[in-house]
């Protein structure tokens, strides 16, 4: 395989049971995807690589390759068009991938530029890690104080309205006594000439009155009142 940069024979390297190939000339490195993250751990044990200084005043944009013009290389392995990646996403470290093979190329030094990504800051990390857990109990939190006003809405609409009865009936009593206030009430808002807006404001049914556990009566009393003749 050639270097896709320098186009001389790539040389074959094992390291710690990876196998990657290196250009003599830029020393730039192929590896199957697979293999880089052990290889950039064991460059970071083979170097000595220390952890990461923080820097709180500093936020580094993370960049994305879309917004780069760099050109594409071909895969040394497949012969592929690679495409360009930000290593873990927020690394800012911009490596070709080859969509086929699966295998990346490394130019000169990004292979380091992952290990000191990998190796970061332990402080940084436990911070991040105790973070996240509180997070998750402030959000646990406050589900769980979050009113719970559904079972209390649902009881106050339990009304003696027999679902079903085997025992035959000519006389319906509760389905007749539902019509008839339905029906007076209409007769009243209708030929009464009250004004019905105060009615309407204290039997009438408000979402976010009810959402509060307020007012749960009116999911019934709203259920008598008619909007116009039609309704």
């Known amino acids: 395989?050639?270097?896709p940069r320098?186009?001389?024979l790539l040389k074959k390297i094992l390291v710690d049971e990876n196998i990657y190939y290196?250009?003599?000339?830029?020393e730039g490195t192929l590896v199957h995807a697979d293999r880089l993250r052990s290889l950039a751990e064991y460059t970071i044990l083979e170097l000595h690589i220390p952890e990461q200084p923080i820097n709180p005043n500093h936020q580094e944009e993370v960049i994305s390759p879309f917004a780069l013009k760099e050109q594409a290389i071909?895969?040394?392995y497949c012969q592929t068009e690679t495409q360009l990646v930000n290593y873990g996403y927020d690394?800012?470290?911009?490596?070709?991938?080859c969509p086929a093979c699966?295998?990346?190329?490394?130019d000169k030094d990004e292979l380091l530029q992952i290990a000191k990504h990998l190796r970061g800051n332990t402080t940084l990390q436990r911070y991040g890690a105790a973070l996240a857990d509180v997070t998750e109990e402030q959000v646990r939190g406050a589900e769980e104080d979050q009113p719970n006003f559904i079972p209390a809405a649902v009881q106050s609409t339990i009304i003696p309205v027999p679902i079903g009865d085997e025992r035959a009936t000519k006389h319906p009593i509760i389905v007749y006594t539902i019509i008839g206030i339905t029906s007076l009430l209409f007769?009243?808002?209708?030929f009464s000439g009250t004004n019905t807006e105060n009615v309407f404001l204290t039997y009438g049914f408000v979402p976010a009155l009810a959402s509060n556990g307020e007012r749960l009566f009116t999911l019934v009393t709203s259920l008598f009142f008619h909007v116009d003749i039609f309704h």
């Open 22 to 26: 290196k250009c003599p000339q830029c």
């Open 74 to 76: 071909t895969c040394p």
């Open 91 to 97: 690394s800012n470290v911009i490596i070709e991938k």
């Open 187 to 190: 007769f009243w808002q209708t």
């Open 102 to 106: 699966n295998t990346v190329w490394l």
């Open 1 to 3: 395989m050639e270097c």
């Open 6 to 8: 320098c186009h001389l």
